[in-house]
C-alpha cells in the first residue's frame, strides 16, 4: 500500500513533518514518541501505510520484531534504562489512535509513573478455560 497523503505518520515518513529519528533501513523508521509515557518511548513504524498488524507484510513485521529489542537495549545503554515494553494497540477499543501501524518501545525506570494493569479475572471453571482454548487451538492449527 503506498503511503497515504493524510497519515501523520506517511507525512513523517515522506518528511513533511519533522521527527527525531532514532533508526532507519529500507523498510521501517523509528522515532521518539511526541508524547512519551517516559523520556525515550520511540515509535517503529513500516515505510508503508499499513493499518494494522493483522494484515501487516510479514517483511515489515519481521524487520519490526527484529529492531524493537535491538532499540530497547539502545535505550538501556543510553538513558540508563532497566527495562522496556514493547506493545501494540490494534484497534481503536485497544487505544490505537494513528491508523499506521506501529510498535512502541517504552523504556521502563524503577520508580517510573507508568501504569499497565488490570484487575485480573477469574475464568468460572477449568472446563470453560479448556474449551476456549480448545477453539482457538483449532482455528490457528487448522
Ligand atoms: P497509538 O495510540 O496509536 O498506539 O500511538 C500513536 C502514538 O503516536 C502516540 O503515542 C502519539 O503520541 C504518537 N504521535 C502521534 N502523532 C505524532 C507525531 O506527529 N510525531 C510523533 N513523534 N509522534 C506522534
Ligand atoms: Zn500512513
Given at each position: 500500500?503506498p503511503?497515504?497523503?493524510?497519515?501523520?505518520?506517511?507525512k513523517?515518513?515522506r518528511?513533511?513533518?519533522?521527527c527525531?529519528k532514532?533508526?532507519?533501513?529500507?523498510?521501517i523508521?523509528?522515532?521518539l514518541?511526541?508524547?512519551?509515557?517516559?523520556?525515550g518511548?520511540?515509535?517503529?513504524i513500516?515505510?508503508?501505510?499499513?493499518?494494522?498488524?493483522t494484515t501487516?507484510?510479514?517483511?515489515?513485521a519481521?524487520?519490526?520484531?527484529?529492531?524493537?529489542?535491538?532499540?530497547g537495549?539502545?535505550?538501556?545503554?543510553?538513558i540508563?534504562a532497566?527495562?522496556?515494553?514493547l506493545?501494540?494497540?490494534?484497534?481503536?477499543?485497544?487505544?490505537?489512535?494513528?491508523?499506521?501501524?506501529h510498535?512502541h518501545?517504552?523504556p521502563?525506570?524503577?520508580?517510573?509513573k507508568?501504569?499497565?494493569?488490570?484487575e485480573p479475572?477469574?475464568?468460572?471453571?477449568?472446563?470453560?478455560?479448556?474449551?476456549?482454548?480448545?477453539?482457538?487451538f483449532n482455528?490457528?492449527n487448522?
Amino acid at each position: 500500500m503506498p503511503l497515504v497523503k493524510e497519515c501523520v505518520f506517511c507525512k513523517i515518513i515522506r518528511g513533511e513533518i519533522p521527527c527525531c529519528k532514532v533508526y532507519e533501513d529500507d523498510l521501517i523508521l523509528a522515532f521518539l514518541d511526541i508524547a512519551p509515557f517516559n523520556i525515550g518511548h520511540t515509535v517503529i513504524i513500516p515505510k508503508d501505510h499499513q493499518n494494522s498488524i493483522t494484515t501487516l507484510d510479514e517483511i515489515y513485521a519481521n524487520r519490526i520484531i527484529k529492531m524493537a529489542p535491538k532499540i530497547g537495549v539502545a535505550l538501556m545503554r543510553t538513558i540508563n534504562a532497566e527495562g522496556f515494553n514493547l506493545f501494540l494497540n490494534n484497534g481503536s477499543v485497544a487505544g490505537q489512535t494513528v491508523w499506521h501501524c506501529h510498535m512502541h518501545v517504552l523504556p521502563r525506570f524503577a520508580g517510573d509513573k507508568v501504569v499497565i494493569s488490570s484487575e485480573p479475572m477469574k475464568y468460572d471453571s477449568m472446563d470453560q478455560m479448556a474449551e476456549l482454548a480448545g477453539k482457538l487451538f483449532n482455528k490457528l492449527n487448522a
